[in-house]
Structures are given as C-alpha cells and as structure tokens.
T-cell receptor, first 112, second 114 residues
Framework: GIQVEQSPPDLILQEGANSTLRCNFS?????LQWFHQNPWGQLINLFY?????KQNGRLSATTVATERYSLLYISSSQTTDSGVYFC??????????????WGAGTKLIIKP | EAQVTQNPRYLITVTGKKLTVTCSQN?????MSWYRQDPGLGLRQIYY???????DKGDVPEGYKVSRKEKRNFPLILESPSPNQTSLYFC?????????????FGEGSRLTVL
C-alpha cells in the first residue's frame, strides 16, 4: 500500500522562528490533509491540499503531486503551535475505501 | 456550526461492560468512518460507511460493531470491551461518495478499559 513519510520526526524551536515540515508519499493520491494534534489529543484540520498551495494566517502548505511531496510552513512560531503535525493521504486506488493513511508525525516544541 | 460531535469525550470502564461511543455530524455527509490512535501504531481505520445502511470493515474491526441507520449518526459499539481497546478514538465524515473530498474529524474520545 501507499507509504507516507514525514520529516523531521522532532523539531525544537524558539518562539518566533520559522519551520518547514515535509511529507513524502509513495503513490498518487486523491486527498492530502495536514493536521495538528494538540497536547489534549484533538486533531485540528489545517489544510486539505491534494495539489497546489494554500495559506491560512501564519501557516501555508504546498503539495507537488507529480513529485509526491507536500510541505507545511509555519512562520513566526508561537508556543501554541506545539504539538504533533500529521500528514495523511488517500490513495487514488479505487479500492482505497477512502481510508486516510497517516505519516508518523513531526513533534514540534516551541520554547518561549 | 459545521461539526462532528463525539460522546463521551472521556470514559473509564471495566472489561465486558458494553458501551457505545456516539458520533453525529450536521453537514449532511454521506461518508463516515472510525479510527483509533495508539502510540507507535498511529491512526488506523476501524469501520467506514459510504451511506445509510452501508458499512464495511477497515483495518482493525475486531471487537467493534457499527450501525448507520440515519445519515447523521454513526455509533461505535464495543459489545464486550477488553483492555486492548484502550485507545483514543476519532470519528470522521466527508461529503459525497466519490474518492475525493476533505475529511472532517471529531474531537476524539479517550477510552480506558480496566
């Protein structure tokens, strides 16, 4: 099945820094979403971005579907950005059952 | 407000005591699914439903049942919970039956089985 790899696995930054998180996937996808899981376990939808570029405030994302990767940019980090960031994809295969296949996540810690 | 609502959010129970985790969405979505999240194993799909009265197994269906009697609700039933079902559970939904579209997640239900 499709594989999803995220890097880096861990990232520690000072408040105000910028960061780039990467997601590589091994096959064509119909869906790619970025999530933030906060320390209370809630999954927060950041972007639905199977292709192209989107921006939402300090966050932006780019997916280059032909090259099978996506990037999540966080600018001017705040302590509330801490948590785990997941990339998840749905394979284009017809038998995918629209199941999201998840990367292992990037654990981000923002220090004040 | 468009949302997926799960209840309970937190539950501690004992082995063998039947429980139901409810999931309701107010977006008229056709597709709904359940995931569990475990350390080191990530999120795995338990069951999914393409529409009313249509359900099917995901990767880890053992020990769970679901029903889809109406479009908005997709309860997850643990007939006889066991400690290995201690986990963080998420319900998700999306519009349409096509193989595209954004999945919207509930806030999660943290279940502990003693």
């Amino acid at each position: 099945g499709i594989q999803v790899e995220q890097s880096p696995p861990d990232l520690i930054l000072q408040e105000g820094a910028n960061s780039t998180l990467r997601c590589n996937f091994s096959d064509s996808v119909n869906n790619l979403q970025w999530f933030h899981q906060n320390p209370w376990g809630q999954l927060i939808n950041l972007f639905y971005i199977p292709s192209g570029t989107k921006q939402n405030g300090r966050l932006s994302a780019t997916t280059v579907a032909t090259e099978r990767y996506s990037l999540l940019y966080i600018s001017s980090s705040q302590t509330t950005d801490s948590g785990v960031y997941f990339c998840a994809v749905v394979s284009s295969r017809r038998d995918s059952n629209y199941q999201l296949i998840w990367g292992a996540g990037t654990k981000l810690i923002i220090k004040p | 407000e468009a949302q997926v609502t799960q209840n309970p959010r937190y539950l501690i129970t004992v082995t063998g005591k039947k429980l139901t985790v409810t999931c309701s969405q107010n977006m008229n979505h056709e597709y709904m699914s359940w995931y569990r999240q475990d350390p080191g194993l990530g999120l795995r799909q338990i069951y999914y439903s393409m529409n009313v009265e249509v359900t099917d197994k995901g990767d880890v269906p053992e020990g769970y049942k679901v029903s889809r009697k109406e479009k908005r609700n997709f309860p997850l039933i643990l007939e006889s919970p066991s400690p290995n079902q201690t986990s963080l559970y998420f319900c998700a939904s999306k519009p349409g039956r096509a193989n595209t579209g954004e999945l919207f997640f509930g806030e999660g239900s943290r279940l502990t089985v003693l």
